[in-house]
């Protein structure tokens, strides 16, 4: 079986991570395969959804990711090391300019790279036993890249919260935090990501991808430019055929 499966239902997309004897940690491989389905999906897809298969969602990142870090490992060229790491940035990347949005439904652990990617999803939905944890800083490790993903998710106060005191969150603390859209008692998560799936694909993939936009244009905008560009948008989207279709 593949270390992540993905499979094309109708107008969603489901992506699930394999490894769950590892709790799904993801090697760089991985992760630039993960990047490559979210920017290769079908233009008739409505919906991305990543899943973690068995009890945890993603650990975070092959252990052999960190042996750059490690004290007795020969330090890389900064260029060199910079280079290695894109693959991560791609991958938060990706998950920015797919035009649809991306649902990330989370049980057990998702630490590390595992919590980021739970963050930079558009939509989260996670089990209310669910745990998030940024764990770099204890392993002398400045999380510069995991910051780059909560960046424009999380408040600030709560961001350096959890990079300071790298402290194992529960699911009520994280949906407070930002990290979360909705919690949901853990025998139905499942049942709670089914109905926001089929509330996404009933609506107009034209609707769909203007939201994305709308939300990844506007982030720095004043208010004044937001506002015009919400004038434009939703003349033009809402005067389209696609929404006029029963």
């Given at each position: 079986m593949a270390d992540i499966e993905m499979k094309a239902q109708g107008a969603v997309l489901s992506i699930t991570l394999n490894r769950p004897e590892l709790g799904n940690r993801l090697s760089d491989e991985m992760v630039a395969a993960l990047a490559k389905m979210i920017e290769t999906a079908a233009d008739g897809t409505k919906l991305i959804?990543?899943?973690?298969?068995?009890?945890?969602?993603?650990?975070?990142?092959?252990?052999?990711?960190?042996?750059?870090?490690?004290?007795?490992?020969?330090?890389?060229?900064?260029?060199?090391l910079r280079q290695r790491n894109e693959v991560i940035f791609d991958c938060y990347n990706a998950f920015r300019r797919s035009q649809v949005p991306v649902l990330a439904v989370v049980q057990g652990g998702a630490l590390g790279f595992g919590c980021a990617l739970a963050a930079v999803a558009d939509v989260t939905i996670a089990a209310d036993d669910a745990s998030f944890q940024f764990p770099e800083m204890s392993h002398r490790i400045l999380p510069g890249m995991a910051m780059s993903a909560v960046v424009d998710r999380m408040p600030a106060k709560a961001l350096m919260y959890m990079f300071y005191s790298t402290a194992l969150v529960d699911a009520a603390t994280a949906l407070t935090f930002g990290l979360l859209s909705q919690v949901a008692p853990a025998q139905s998560l499942e049942s709670s990501a089914s109905r926001f799936i089929e509330t996404v694909i009933a609506t107009p993939r034209a609707a769909l991808v203007a939201v994305k936009e709308y939300a990844r244009a506007t982030h720095r905008m004043d208010v004044q430019s937001a506002s015009d560009f919400a004038r434009n948008l939703h003349a033009t989207i809402n005067t389209s055929s696609e929404m006029r279709r029963t």
């Amino acid at each position: 079986m593949a270390d992540i499966e993905m499979k094309a239902q109708g107008a969603v997309l489901s992506i699930t991570l394999n490894r769950p004897e590892l709790g799904n940690r993801l090697s760089d491989e991985m992760v630039a395969a993960l990047a490559k389905m979210i920017e290769t999906a079908a233009d008739g897809t409505k919906l991305i959804v990543l899943r973690g298969a068995g009890k945890d969602f993603c650990l975070g990142r092959d252990l052999a990711a960190y042996a750059a870090y490690g004290h007795d490992a020969p330090l890389p060229e900064a260029l060199d090391l910079r280079q290695r790491n894109e693959v991560i940035f791609d991958c938060y990347n990706a998950f920015r300019r797919s035009q649809v949005p991306v649902l990330a439904v989370v049980q057990g652990g998702a630490l590390g790279f595992g919590c980021a990617l739970a963050a930079v999803a558009d939509v989260t939905i996670a089990a209310d036993d669910a745990s998030f944890q940024f764990p770099e800083m204890s392993h002398r490790i400045l999380p510069g890249m995991a910051m780059s993903a909560v960046v424009d998710r999380m408040p600030a106060k709560a961001l350096m919260y959890m990079f300071y005191s790298t402290a194992l969150v529960d699911a009520a603390t994280a949906l407070t935090f930002g990290l979360l859209s909705q919690v949901a008692p853990a025998q139905s998560l499942e049942s709670s990501a089914s109905r926001f799936i089929e509330t996404v694909i009933a609506t107009p993939r034209a609707a769909l991808v203007a939201v994305k936009e709308y939300a990844r244009a506007t982030h720095r905008m004043d208010v004044q430019s937001a506002s015009d560009f919400a004038r434009n948008l939703h003349a033009t989207i809402n005067t389209s055929s696609e929404m006029r279709r029963t």
